[in-house]
């Protein structure tokens, strides 16, 4: 059965402009068959959800995040129309999800894995051992995790192109995979707005929801991606700078070497004990996220889902507590002076 509608398919062998011809370049650039541009990080999220859904990869409508990620990794979530949320405890060591974080895997339909700050989760392993669909969430490193053979480690890789991400456009998305299959559903969606909770007939469609990027936001984007090469070799001149001035005693013996070198760095992880030291050098520090605080808890209960939440994330609150990070803004500043 084909999910896409006739209009979408028409959308697509015609639309032409910034978005389209941004798409093809970045589908060449990160090496997939299929990058949707939307118009935000959390629609990427959404869409690619509903793909699942569609795909019949959500019998139970569960999903699992980690605890220690943006808040609107859970709204998307829940507004994707998924019927239960479980937010788990991360690795102590470097704060991203590993296997280790499930009791069972019986009740779960999906993995949204997020990247770590200079580490990324083990997609290949998660998504083989678990036998669920993985979304990886790139946003931070921008380097979609791959298989040895080279093909997309998840059934789905999103990132968010919002202003303080390493490649922006203001605000914006984008959405890669392999399969052709989730391809077109993440392109159907995003262009007719239709909602998985009516099916897949043309109408009705779900009110208010175009996910498509403008064709102005994508010029800008299509304008940042012409000075990325640059922006990123000055972040990795300035991670190394740090990491020599520290002599690698309060840099993590986790930290990626790959994306260091790089300069795909969200933020440069350090000891929290360098605090003092760092700030010597002009250089400020910030701290992680934490697990849910009580006002984000109660805010949960408004989602239209429902929030399986621990009494306490010991892991993420440990990580949070040893750990200090210094983001890519700064570190590109010291990379200038080279």
């Not at 015609?14 to 299929?34: D, I, K, P, T």
């Not at 990886?136 to 919002?162: F, H, K, N, T, Y």
């Not at 998305?173 to 559903?185: A, Q």
């Not at 399986?308 to 500043?333: C, D, M, T, V």
């Amino acid at each position: 059965m084909d999910n896409r509608s006739i209009t979408s398919i028409a959308r697509s062998k015609s639309a032409v402009g910034a978005v389209r011809e941004l798409s093809r370049s970045l589908g060449q650039r990160y090496s997939v068959r299929h990058a949707i541009l939307v118009d935000h990080g959390s629609t990427a999220i959404r869409a690619a959800l509903r793909a699942l859904n569609l795909a019949e990869r959500m019998p139970r409508g569960t999903v699992a995040v980690p605890c220690n990620v943006w808040r609107g990794v859970y709204a998307a979530a829940a507004f994707a129309g998924c019927k239960a949320v479980e937010l788990l405890d991360v690795h102590p060591a470097n704060g991203v999800l590993s296997l280790g974080a499930w009791d069972s895997f019986l009740d779960l339909d999906v993995i949204i894995a997020v990247d770590g700050y200079g580490s990324k989760p083990a997609i290949a392993q998660l998504r083989d051992e678990s036998g669920l669909a993985v979304i990886e969430d790139a946003s931070l490193s921008q380097v979609p995790s791959r298989r040895l053979v080279g093909a997309l480690a998840a059934d789905l890789c999103i990132m968010s192109l919002q202003s303080n991400k390493l490649l922006s456009c203001g605000e914006g998305g984008l959405v890669l995979t392999d399969r052709d299959d989730l391809g077109s559903l993440v392109e159907a969606i995003v262009c007719d707005g239709r909602s998985w909770l009516e099916g897949v007939s043309e109408e009705p469609l779900t009110i208010g929801f175009n996910g498509m990027m403008s064709e102005d936001v994508a010029e800008v984007l299509a304008k940042n991606l012409g000075n990325h090469a640059e922006y990123l070799e000055r972040v990795a001149c300035g991670a190394s700078k740090l990491i020599h001035a520290l002599e690698r005693k309060d840099i993590p013996p986790w930290l990626d070497e790959g994306l260091a070198r790089s300069g795909h760095l969200f933020a440069l992880p350090v000891s929290s004990t360098a605090q003092g030291r760092l700030s010597l050098l002009g250089t400020a520090v910030s701290s992680p996220p934490q697990p849910p605080t009580a006002r984000l808890r109660k805010l949960l209960g408004q989602l239209p889902a429902h929030f399986a939440l621990r009494k306490a994330y010991p892991n993420a609150s440990e990580f949070a507590r040893l750990h200090g990070l210094i983001p890519h803004w700064h570190l590109q500043a010291l990379g200038i002076d080279r």
